[in-house]
């Protein structure tokens, strides 16, 4: 090979090691951690709708109910394993022309590999990273499942790990109440349960907004009676004699 051929050959290989060094240094891996922010100040308000059905109350066996709710995520501490954690101090209100009442605190924790989130004392797997379609984890892996007690009405909604799953990636979210209105075209749903019978409904989702954090939330725990053949099956609403059903709508979010 001729000087200058080599010459050619050696600044050819020196420019491709450089643009590959350039490339690899652009890659950007998304793994979804702006599905849940936790940056101090950040809120987020939902219209809470529920439903009551309980049949030792025959004059009143199914009870309505409309709040609204404002979670706001503000100091940060260390918890009990020594990591950083996050308040998440909740309000809500009958009206959003009325003052904000506080409720109690919850918390988060939020690692590269999964968000934690504690409810009434009651620790939750919410999501894991990356969000991958289909991913799979048990995401009450910490909730006691074996009660000391049998009670039908109660005794499934827990006792059994749930095995959270991600159904849906960049789905389109919209809601509006009250004058105010929120919408995402980026949201995921995690798919919590799913497990019915003839007398029984255990159904739990929530969906989660790029840069928002949870949008919707539904959860059924109904418990029905066997009903003549005039109402179908699947119609546990019209069946159910004990239970509720909770849908938690975002209209709003922002930062104080």
Known sequence: MKLSNKIL????????????????????????????PDDSGSYVIYKVDS????????????????????????EQFIDNLGRTARKVERYTTDSLNHNWRFSNVWYIVKTD?????????????KLTFPVIKNNTWRGNKYVDTKPSFINL?????????WTYSITGINENYTFSDAGETLSSDSTLTVLQAADSSLIQK????????????????????????????????QNYENRTVFGFLVRQQAIAHGKE
């Open 9 to 36: 050959f050696l600044v050819f290989a020196i420019l491709m090691l450089v643009s590959c060094k350039k490339e690899t240094a652009s890659v950007n891996f998304d793994l979804g951690y702006n599905y849940f």
């Open 51 to 74: 439903v009551l059905y309980n049949n030792f109350d025959v004059n009143n066996l199914k009870r309505f109910s409309s709040y609204y709710l404002k979670e706001i995520i503000t």
């Open 113 to 125: 590999r999964n968000i934690e989130k504690v409810e009434d004392n009651i620790r939750y797997i």
């Open 153 to 161: 009405r109660f005794n499934s909604t827990y006792s059994f790990d």
């Open 202 to 233: 255990v159904y739990s989702f929530e969906r989660y907004a790029r840069n928002i954090g949870m949008v919707y939330k539904e959860f059924w725990r109904l418990d029905a009676q066997i009903n003549p053949d005039s109402i179908p099956q």
